[in-house]
């Protein structure tokens, strides 16, 4: 199968929101409460075009919320659907989030997870980000990092 990135539409949002709900369901015993991403506006992500969607056989099985800010592209949430994980959806949109990032000359990626997310944390030490501090906001204890781009034109 292919994997097709495009900007997320306004008749997305909806299944932007099943997969958060679906993808993040596992953390909420970690956490204590639903992570960001599963009560975020998507609607709202997309009329901003900071929404973007990873199709999979015509059907959305990923997104990734991101944009410019400053001199870094920050990364926001990016989820795929549970049934996909392992199917190289995510990577589709981190990569696609990297080449923006290049394209725009931008000095790095920035992302942030949560601290109880282990997982991401390992991936995306593994993918080159590097943590670059811990905090705690809106209630979820942060762990921020970024992954700089050499000359501002890619990893």
Not at 92 to 106: D, M, N, V
Request: positive net charge; aromatic residues 8%; glycine residues 10%.
């Amino acid at each position: 199968m292919t994997i097709v990135i495009r900007p997320a539409r306004p008749d997305d949002a909806s299944r932007m929101r099943e997969i958060a709900r679906a993808a993040y369901a596992k953390y909420i015993p970690r956490i204590g409460r639903e992570p960001a991403p599963m009560g975020a506006d998507y609607a709202m992500a997309i009329a901003a075009r900071h929404a973007i969607a990873a199709e999979w056989d015509r059907t959305v099985a990923g997104y990734l919320i991101g944009r410019a800010d400053g001199g870094d592209y920050v990364i926001d949430n990016v989820a795929v659907d549970p049934a996909l994980q392992g199917a190289g959806v995510g990577g589709a949109l981190l990569r696609h989030a990297i080449a923006e990032a290049a394209r725009l000359r931008l000095a790095s990626v920035r992302l942030y997870t949560n601290a109880a997310m282990t997982e991401n944390l390992a991936l995306y030490a593994h993918l080159g980000f590097v943590e670059t501090h811990r905090a705690a906001e809106h209630g979820f204890d942060r762990v921020f990092m970024r992954l700089a781009l050499t000359g501002g034109t890619g990893p």
